[in-house]
């Protein structure tokens, strides 16, 4: 069956994401969309994956905790898990190897951490955008120990990716998925980079606004969706 998807989307926990992008606003806003599953993937964090995840149970979406990581070379990554436990573990360790710059609100904006009813229970101090000391060489590799899948992030775009900062995806970084931001530069970006011919291609909308997410256009092929089936299909190369 075909499961349209957003697997790269930013809560106002992300520094730079509004505040209107609140776990009810953006699974609800997903709903309406069209989408069957959407991944929240916050800068450097997975600490409002679960009021998500518990607001996509009610609502009957399926929503899969996630974190995008800023890696040292400064390229960013998206890391899906099957469960709420392994990505705040998962978060824990991104926590205790990122660069602790305390935030300015007035620069980078509040980053809040909400509930399932969109009651702020806490907020970051320390500013989430900045380098982690986690290699784009070994990202792959760290977040399958923790269970999950990891793909670079949106490879068309001309800053904070892996085509931007090193120019080419190296086959040893392990690499099953890429994603594009624009999904209609794959055949041109094909064409210079081959490895994307073999592996599998996604498309998300990287939305810090709710006027950015995207309606129902891009959709997975799968027999059952679950996370762990999303996970799988993003884990394995393309048969």
């Not at 892996?162 to 624009?182: M, N, Q, R, Y």
Request: proline share 4%; charged share 25%; aromatic share 6%.
């Amino acid at each position: 069956m075909k499961y349209f998807y957003d697997l790269h989307l930013h809560s106002c926990l992300s520094p730079c994401g509004d505040m209107d992008m609140t776990p009810n606003n953006l699974v609800n806003m997903a709903k309406l969309l069209g989408l069957d599953v959407i991944a929240l993937t916050d800068h450097n964090t997975s600490l409002n994956c679960e009021a998500a995840m518990k607001v996509g149970e009610e609502i009957g979406l399926l929503v899969i905790p996630g974190m995008e990581l800023t890696t040292s070379e400064d390229i960013h990554a998206v890391c899906l898990f099957p469960t709420l436990e392994k990505a705040l573990e998962w978060s824990d360790y991104v926590d205790n190897h990122r660069i602790k710059i305390k935030n300015r609100s007035e620069i980078y904006g509040d980053q809040v951490i909400m509930n399932e009813n969109d009651e702020p229970i806490g907020e970051i101090e320390h500013l989430l955008i900045p380098a982690t000391n986690i290699s784009i060489m070994n990202a792959h590799e760290l977040v399958r120990g923790f269970g999950g899948v990891c793909y670079p992030a949106h490879i068309d775009r001309d800053s904070l990716s892996i085509l931007s900062v090193l120019g080419e995806i190296d086959e040893s970084c392990g690499f099953t998925t890429l994603e594009l931001a624009d999904g209609s530069k794959y055949a041109e970006l094909a064409e210079l980079h081959p490895i994307m011919k073999t592996v599998n291609i996604v498309t998300n909308s990287d939305a810090h606004y709710l006027e950015n997410m995207r309606d129902a256009q891009n959709y997975l092929e799968l027999q059952e969706l679950t996370r762990e089936n999303v996970i799988k299909f993003l884990d394995n190369f393309p048969q």
